[in-house]
């Protein structure tokens, strides 16, 4: 059975740090690409970030670049989030999501985390 | 970016009732496109990718069609547990987007 379960959130202050973790188990992690997607409390989804299976690629949604940085170790079945100077606005669930596919057919979230809570607030 | 534009942003529909939420693109998007459903206090779900294919385990009753800007999906009969946002979410280019989800409530 695919799991995914998330790590790392809570009370952060803004500018702060948090580094969020997402364990995984039940399938072969390192042949999937990987993401973050995030929910504001009561709105809608984002994506975040997706990390390659070896983590030479890796992108972000705009309003993250070069705070946020998105990792794995493969060794250890683990996806990371690194977070940066944090603003009230980052303020989400933040979802580890596996993605399935390729670049010559579809990509889809096919399984998802229960969900890391973080909040930036003074 | 690409823009998903959903509608309607919300419904509310009879056990039983066929329940159609479209989205449409701001740019060509091809077929790439999946639908999730998330239920309150829960992560979203797959139920269709690639714009028309059903996700393994997904009821038949939900179903996806469309191709360049405008895409449906569709609930044949609507059922109690079906309650829950749906989100469609497009993944042509980077960076990958959502629509803005449509609550389905039962009348």
């Known amino acids: 059975e695919v799991q995914l379960v998330e790590s790392g959130g809570g009370l952060v202050q803004p500018g702060g740090s948090l580094r969020l973790s997402c364990a995984a188990s039940?399938?072969?992690?390192?042949?999937?690409?990987m993401s973050w997607v995030r929910q504001a409390p009561g709105k809608g989804l984002e994506w975040v970030a997706n990390?390659?299976?070896?983590?030479?690629?890796?992108y972000y949604v705009d309003s993250v670049k070069g705070r946020f940085t998105i990792s794995r170790d493969n060794a250890k079945n683990s996806l990371y989030l690194q977070m940066n100077s944090l603003r009230v606005e980052d303020t989400a669930m933040y979802y580890c999501?596996?993605?399935?596919?390729?670049?010559?057919?579809?990509?889809?979230?096919?399984?998802w985390g229960q969900g890391t809570l973080v909040t930036v607030s003074s | 970016d690409i823009q998903m534009t959903q509608s309607p942003s919300s419904l509310s529909a009879s056990v039983g009732d066929r329940v159609t939420i479209t989205c449409q693109a701001s740019?060509?998007?091809?077929?790439?496109l999946n639908w999730y459903q998330q239920k309150p206090g829960k992560a979203p779900n797959l139920l269709i990718y690639?714009?028309?294919n059903l996700e393994t385990g997904v009821p038949s009753r939900f179903s996806g069609s469309g191709t360049g800007t405008d895409f449906s999906f569709t609930i044949s009969s609507l059922q109690p547990e079906d309650i829950a946002t749906y989100y469609c979410?497009?993944?042509?280019?980077?960076?990958?987007?959502f629509g803005q989800g449509t609550k389905v409530e039962i009348k």
């Open positions: 740019q060509d998007i091809t077929k790439c």
């Open positions: 979410q497009q993944y042509g280019n980077l960076p990958w987007t």
């Open positions: 999501a596996r993605v399935e596919g390729s670049s010559s057919s579809w990509w889809k979230f096919d399984y």
């Open positions: 039940g399938f072969t992690f390192s042949s999937h690409w």
């Open positions: 690639d714009a028309s």
């Open positions: 990390i390659k299976q070896d983590g030479s690629e890796r």
